[in-house]
């Protein structure tokens, strides 16, 4: 059956933060969500990305007209044809966004049309995903820092937790001494978001590992620095891993990032790097390289492609985006015993758009 797309409605939702947040190289009070809408045989595919409100426009010009009349069955094959029309404009960054939203919502569309949820169509190598809790922003006191990192164990179950470093690196020891203290015996991580340099990033990876078990240094120097990035994986503490990757917009910066020998494990957001579609290209590349994948922010919209990635570790359970998807979407994941799994009662990614409710953020 051929069932052509209909009509493609995008819109900017910007939230702001429920109190000022920062990372190792970044600050922001606000976050802006661009919601997807695409119609065709009865049903509407939601899809959705992290960008800026100028996607939204992208989406309802050049990318609604690539796809208009398309097989809603077929998703790759409008996605391979929203990757040739920005081919002129530069692929990477906000067009990358744009066409993620629209792959996923085109995916959800599809498993609508077929009454089935997505990881049944994709096909699952798991039941449920686990989750690690993550923020610990650089801006929060040791109070805040304290309740959320324990919250996300005490309430959640998580087995690890994640905080950022790197604004003020003296400070880092003791905050990350705080966390450590708050968790108990669960599993530190720290993301740096590029703010170290080598030495600066190994020195502490040795005060981290040796004296706070923390296991996981995600951008220990700026993941645009490869053979940097190799340079700490093969220093640091053996028990402490590297990761990076959630800035990838295609295929080619994966295949980069794993020739380089730059992670131990790697990192993908499927509302940048193209969607379901996109997502799965990455997850051969980590299968093929014998490299786990974990799922970076986004849990609601990864979760079903995520059961059906192979090798695929966890998810990160991003205090701004959980926040964000349980207040827009009816259906978003609650963790038990710090695992997430898809209502298999719902089809396509399960999720509702709560519009009423996203009026007042409208951007
Ligand atoms: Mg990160």
Redesign the pocket.
């Given at each position: 059956m051929h069932v052509p797309v209909e009509t493609v409605s995008a819109d900017a939702y910007t939230v702001p933060t429920d109190s000022p947040e920062a990372d190792g190289t970044f600050a922001w009070t606000s976050t802006t969500i661009i919601v997807v809408e695409v119609q065709g045989g009865g049903h509407i595919g939601l899809g959705y990305t992290y960008s800026d409100r100028s996607v939204a426009e992208l989406i309802r010009g050049k990318l609604a007209e690539c796809v208009h009349g398309r097989d809603v069955m077929d998703p790759p094959a409008a996605w391979r044809a929203m990757t040739r029309a920005v081919r002129n404009m530069g692929r990477d960054g906000l067009a990358a966004t744009a066409i993620s939203a629209l792959d996923v919502a085109l995916w959800d569309l599809k498993c609508k049309l077929l009454n089935l949820p997505l990881a049944q169509l994709l096909g699952r190598a798991r039941d449920a995903v686990p989750i690690y809790g993550s923020g610990g922003f650089t801006t929060y006191s040791d109070d805040q820092l304290r309740s959320q990192l324990a919250g996300w164990v005490e309430n959640d179950g998580c087995r690890w937790v994640k905080m950022k470093v790197g604004t003020q690196p003296d400070r880092d020891p003791h905050r990350v001494a705080v966390a450590k203290r708050a968790i108990g015996d669960r599993t530190l991580f720290v993301?740096a978001?590029g703010a170290y340099s080598a030495r600066q990033a190994l020195m502490l990876a040795e005060i981290f590992m040796q004296e706070h078990d923390v296991r996981w240094f995600?951008?220990p120097v700026s993941s645009d620095d490869l053979s940097g990035m190799r340079y700490v994986r093969e220093r640091q503490p053996l028990r402490m891993e590297l990761a990076a990757g959630?800035y990838g917009y295609d295929i080619d910066y994966f295949r980069r990032m794993l020739d380089a020998g730059a992670v131990d494990v790697q990192q993908a957001d499927a509302t940048r790097c193209g969607g379901v579609t996109g997502f799965l290209l990455a997850a051969a590349l980590c299968e093929a390289h014998h490299i786990d994948l974990s799922g970076?922010c986004a849990p609601a919209l990864h979760l079903h492609m995520a059961c059906a990635a192979p090798r695929f570790r966890h998810l990160e359970w991003f205090h701004d985006h959980v926040r964000i998807e349980h207040m827009l979407f009816d259906g978003a994941p609650a963790p038990d015993d710090g695992l997430i799994r898809p209502d298999l009662s719902r089809p396509g990614l399960g999720l509702d758009f709560k519009r009423s409710d996203a009026a007042r953020f409208k951007a």
């Open positions: 993301d978001n995600e951008e959630e970076h």
